[in-house]
């Protein structure tokens, strides 16, 4: 997929056992299952989906994807009412050509295809277009930018539309910039020094700089890339039938060079390292305080919202619930989205500073409060092992965060986890440290004190300077610390493992 005439290829491997007989049996059963999913409704004579109950669900869809980065002096929204409606003008050729779509193969055909324009004018609202520059990467056209500029001029809000053509980006190929290009960035500043009131709508499948030119926009709005109806999604919330709130599922940093990726990127001589390890995104932003733009799980609304009463109870040696009381303080229904982040204590492995691990949107009308439950199992407090080759969750105390986004935390809580007292055995190549957090491995190293204040054994040495060398050398090194006396601790430490382990 796409085909690639191997199926030859696949039954030869087969026959020879380089690939499971179940292995093939799985993949094909999926497509089985696919088929059967489907079979009830084309078994209906004239079956046809309806097309108008489907647009809605992308229209729906839409809505809550669109995430408001700013909006100073409440540019929006706007008044639709044509009694009252300020004079508008769009510009950006992204109003009546969206880009509702990824590029490449991701390419489908939509049912309709419903832009800003053509829901302004299903709607009765009155604007004044410009394109104001073409979706390519070719040069600015002087033409179009002195009549953006012109109708700009003659509007009291300019609604600018502006973000990534396809040429830009695609999978088949890594962009080496996050900026938008120049010629729209070099007409925003044209038509911010023209009009004042500019918000900026972005369409872009992958993230954009922001920094460098939100100085002329009041408001900014991120849809990313919306749909076949994009267009009737967009006028609602910039019109106001309804609020946004959708929440950024990834950061804006300042500069491309901020992202982790850019340390092994793009490679070297035919491969590429994936470096950064578990430290992704705001991961990697968060753990270490790096600047970024907007943080991941940002995101506006025309309403306001307060989080209290954050409270977290274990639900199991290693679960838990966590409980928290959203109130809409304004007089605007909307949505919010409480998002809960799990910070562990001191680890064994290199951890994030803290992750996502549940969230859910809740609707308030306004003034109303709901209290909000959400559900954390093993695996939201567990990390991936090589040691033990699985999911691993130790013991400890792990913070509870409860807020808005990875930076805007309301509160934060604390619950004690058992662990899953998952062990490795013991042997003279693990360290003296991985011998004290073992249970077994404790009462040994107890032992050798014990023996060692006796005079049985060579006292071990007892100061902080020695403790960083000691704990994390293998117990078969001690010799070089204690000469014959700490290849008979060793030997002891070995020996009575053996006894404890039976």
Known sequence: MPPSYTDDQIVYA?????????????????????????????????????VDAHDEVAHQAAIESIVLLKNDDAILPLNADPAAARKIAVIGEFARTPRYQGGGSSHITPTKMTSFLDTLAERGIKADFAPGFTLDL????????????ETAKNADVVLMFLGLPEDAESEGFDRDTLDMPAKQIALLEQVAAANQNVVVVLSNGSVVSVAPWAKNA?????????????????????????????????????DIS???????????????????????GYRYYDTYGKVVDYPFGYGLSYATFEIDDVAAAKTGANTATVTATVTNTSDVDDAETVQVYVAPGKAD???????????????????????????????????WSEKY??????????????????????????????????????????????????????????????AGEAGELTKLPDN??????????????????LGEGGKKIAQFMVDEYAKLAK
């Open 14 to 50: 087969a026959r020879d056992g380089r690939i499971a007989p179940a292995q093939l049996d799985r993949m094909a059963q999926g497509m089985i299952d696919l088929t059967n999913k489907a079979r009830a409704a084309m078994s209906i004579d004239g079956y046809r989906f309806d």
């Open 138 to 149: 070719e040069p600015a056209d002087p033409a179009l930018e002195s009549e953006a500029v």
């Open 218 to 254: 009041k408001g900014i709005l991120e849809s990313c890339l919306l749909g076949q109806a994009g267009g009737p999604a967009l006028a609602d919330v910039i019109f106001g039938q309804v609020s946004p709130s959708g929440k950024l599922a990834q950061s804006i940093p300042l």
């Open 258 to 280: 901020d992202d982790p990726s850019t340390l092994n990127w793009p490679g070297e001589e035919g491969h590429v390292d994936y470096g950064e390890g578990v430290f992704v």
């Open 349 to 383: 492995v290199a951890r994030p500073k803290h992750e996502l691990k549940g969230f859910t949107k809740v609707f308030l009308k306004a003034g109303e409060s709901k209290t909000v439950t959400i559900d954390l199992d093993e695996r939201a407090f567990a990390y």
């Open 389 to 450: 080759n699985d999911w691993h969750v130790e013991a400890g105390e792990y913070a509870i965060e409860v807020g808005v986004s990875s930076r805007d935390i309301a509160d934060t809580v604390a619950v004690a986890l058992d662990g899953d007292g998952k062990t490795q055995p013991l042997t003279e190549w693990s360290t003296y440290g991985e011998w004290e957090a073992d249970p077994f491995g404790a009462k040994i190293v107890a032992a050798v004190a014990a």
């Open 464 to 481: 902080a300077m020695m403790r960083m060398f000691l704990n994390p050398m293998p117990i078969n090194s001690l010799p070089t610390l």
